[in-house]
């Protein structure tokens, strides 16, 4: 069955102090895979795709980082607006031919002041 | 430009009942996919309408249904109201059919079945 695992599933930290989020993922016919922001209230917001091992994306504080089993979202320096929770998706192509998103459960990160 | 525009935000049904939830994507964006947002099992794929056609399918039973316009807007509807059905169910629109690529989501309608 294909598995989509967030940890950890809530994260903590002060102002400025740097860590990682882990996704790691048993999936068969992987196409990609993607990291998304929730806000409370809010639907999903788009933040990174990622298609082949090796590959990494930046935007501001964040860099996603995808290996032939996990993936890495690291947060430097963060603020208090980066509070969020943070979903990690997999697309996956079936034997069928369809397609499908697998979300993990997200991580929780609050940042304190 | 407008977003992903879901209707109701809130709602509350009863066992056995129906509802019908509302998706208007974002202009231009011709794939419209649904998803099911609980706290037990996190966002779960419900199925997706590009071009009026259903191109993909999550595993939820048959009372979970959807169609598309022939403007991109689409519904869905569920059947027979469990308690299990409660949970904000999440539209996302995109330009491009399938996965690959980044959808844009609503604020979705949370159900609440009693």
């Known amino acids: 069955e294909d598995q989509v695992t967030q940890s950890p599933e809530a994260l903590r930290l002060q102002e400025g102090e740097s860590s990682s989020l882990n996704c790691s993922y048993t999936?068969?016919?992987?196409?990609?895979l993607f990291w998304y922001r929730q806000d409370p209230g809010k639907g999903p917001e788009f933040l990174f795709t990622?298609?082949?091992a090796g590959e990494e994306k930046e935007k501001e504080r964040l860099k996603a980082t995808l290996t032939k089993k996990e993936s890495f979202l690291h947060i430097t320096a963060p603020k208090p607006e980066d509070s969020a929770t943070y979903l990690c998706?997999?697309?996956?192509?079936?034997?069928?031919?369809?397609?499908?998103?697998?979300f993990g459960k997200g991580t929780k990160l609050t940042v304190n002041p | 430009k407008a977003g992903v525009t879901q209707t109701p935000r809130y709602l509350i049904k009863t066992r056995g009942q129906q509802v019908t939830l509302s998706c208007s994507p974002i202009?231009?964006?011709?794939?419209v996919s649904w998803y099911q947002q609980t706290p037990g099992q996190g966002l779960q794929f419900l199925f997706e309408?590009?071009?009026?056609?259903?191109?993909n399918k999550g595993n939820f039973p048959g009372r979970f249904s959807g169609r598309q316009f022939s403007n991109s807007r689409s519904e869905m509807n569920v059947s027979t109201l469990e308690l299990g059905d409660s949970a904000l169910y999440l539209c996302?629109?995109?330009?491009?059919?399938?996965?690959?690529?980044?959808?844009?989501f609503g604020e979705g309608s949370r159900l609440t079945v009693l």
């Open positions: 202009s231009g964006h011709r794939s």
């Open positions: 996302a629109s995109s330009p491009v059919t399938g996965m690959d690529g980044e959808l844009f």
């Open positions: 998706a997999v697309h996956i192509v079936t034997q069928g031919g369809s397609e499908k998103l697998v």
């Open positions: 999936v068969s016919g992987l196409r990609g």
């Open positions: 309408y590009f071009s009026e056609t259903q191109r």
């Open positions: 990622l298609y082949s």
